[in-house]
């Protein structure tokens, strides 16, 4: 596939599986200069888009592609078929994620115009992204608002530009994801008083994850997040081996004291998953593993003061009993113990007014914004 513009020519190549090396590398170009940018682990990259080693792929098909002035990569693109989003919400539907691209026009248009057309061939009836690659994963969406700052780990991360290149390509906005910051303080009277009547009910209990149980609270975990979101917009149910994947690259992250299960009478009715932000320390290691940089990683991992909350969740015939706020309050009073002043949550749907309103009542504020983007596919017999 060629997008020609006067002289220049920029050509996008499919990689196969084992061919991603150079998609891989390419952001190092894009942020050489940024300093908020934190590269990922190269090692854990490799594994994400290894389809033996992902289950995502189980459920879904994959297209990497890479755009070319010549020899020299200058964009990069994932599109992706995800049956299991299709099943779940009876569509036909086509993704792209992973986009990265230099100041260079044509080369955007050349990717999108590539995805789009995998996509397409494979029945999709419309492409939304970015996702990276699905909404289980915490990195969705593009930032259009918040830039100033850092990514908190596992959060999106882009220039500004991407915007202007995705819309110019025909891509409107679907749906905005926030993030809202929260710096330690007393909770409000009145929501600390709220507390106060929630727990002496005693219906609801909470309590932190059992370590040497965990592969059977992985699970307990991934069903209560089925049922919680199955009527969130975009969502797909987590498998087992999905949940168990994305355990085994959190475990190291868990602190059991902030990775919390509520129950009623024994019964799992909601769970809290919080994630130290562990970029403060990944920074360290520009995208590698070294024995000085493991020294380096847990030598700063000690001085992380900010977690992220990845997952809050109660089943539907048990929110009416405050369950969210014992669950946000139980690790609002133990995060400071463990040294962190500072918490990020996200994401949150901007149409979630119930989540929004219990984040605004502990003082929570937005201060990121991310946006997902869809268009329509016009079949061959449109054209």
């Known amino acids: 596939m060629t997008a020609s513009s006067g002289t220049s020519a920029i050509t996008v190549v499919p990689l196969s599986p084992r061919d991603t090396k150079a998609f891989i590398a390419f952001p190092q170009?894009?942020?050489?200069?940024?300093p908020n940018w934190i590269p990922p682990l190269k090692l854990e990259r490799k594994e994400f888009l290894n389809p033996r080693k992902n289950p995502f792929f189980q459920e879904a098909d994959g297209q990497l592609f890479l755009a070319?002035?010549?020899?020299?990569?200058?964009?990069?693109?994932?599109?992706?078929?995800?049956?299991?989003?299709?099943r779940q919400h009876h569509e036909r539907a086509g993704f792209f994620g992973l986009f990265e691209c230099l100041p260079e026009p044509e080369a955007a248009t050349a990717l999108f115009n590539a995805a789009t057309e995998w996509v397409r061939e494979r029945g999709a009836a419309f492409i939304r992204g970015p996702l990276n690659l699905s909404t289980n994963e915490l990195a969705c969406g593009l930032l259009v608002e918040g830039f100033d700052t850092p990514p908190v780990f596992d959060s999106s991360y882009n220039p500004p530009y991407y915007a202007e290149y995705i819309e110019s390509n025909g891509f409107a906005a679907c749906k905005d994801l926030l993030a809202f910051i929260k710096h330690y303080a007393p909770l409000p009277e009145r929501v600390a008083q709220a507390i106060t009547r929630l727990r002496a009910r005693g219906t609801v209990t909470v309590r932190p994850i059992n370590m040497r149980d965990f592969t059977a609270e992985v699970a307990r975990i991934a069903a209560l997040y089925n049922e919680a979101w199955s009527e969130n917009w975009g969502f797909v149910p987590i498998t087992e081996a999905g949940a168990q994947h994305l355990a085994k690259h959190l475990k190291l992250a868990v602190i059991p004291e902030l990775t919390l299960i509520a129950e009623v009478n024994r019964e799992p009715v909601g769970c809290f998953v919080?994630?130290?932000?562990?970029?403060?320390?990944?920074?360290?290691?520009?995208?590698?593993?070294?024995?000085?940089?493991?020294?380096?990683?847990?030598?700063?991992?000690?001085?992380?003061?900010?977690?992220?909350?990845?997952?809050?969740?109660?089943?539907?015939?048990?929110?009416?009993l405050g369950v969210n706020i014992l669950l946000l309050a139980h690790v609002w009073e133990q995060a400071p113990l463990l040294g962190y002043i500072h918490g990020e949550l996200a994401w949150v749907l901007e149409d979630n007014e119930l989540m929004i309103r219990a984040l605004e009542e502990i003082g929570a504020k937005p201060y990121?914004?991310?946006?997902?983007?869809?268009?329509?596919?016009?079949?061959?017999?449109?054209?």
């Open 274 to 320: 919080a994630i130290p932000d562990m970029n403060q320390a990944l920074r360290h290691l520009h995208g590698r593993l070294t024995p000085w940089g493991l020294l380096r990683f847990f030598h700063h991992r000690r001085r992380i003061d900010t977690v992220r909350v990845a997952m809050v969740g109660v089943k539907k015939r048990y929110r009416r």
């Open 29 to 34: 170009r894009v942020y050489q200069n940024d």
């Open 68 to 86: 070319l002035y010549g020899r020299q990569p200058v964009g990069r693109i994932a599109a992706v078929i995800n049956h299991l989003h299709d």
């Open 368 to 383: 990121k914004r991310y946006r997902l983007y869809q268009k329509d596919v016009v079949s061959r017999r449109q054209q």
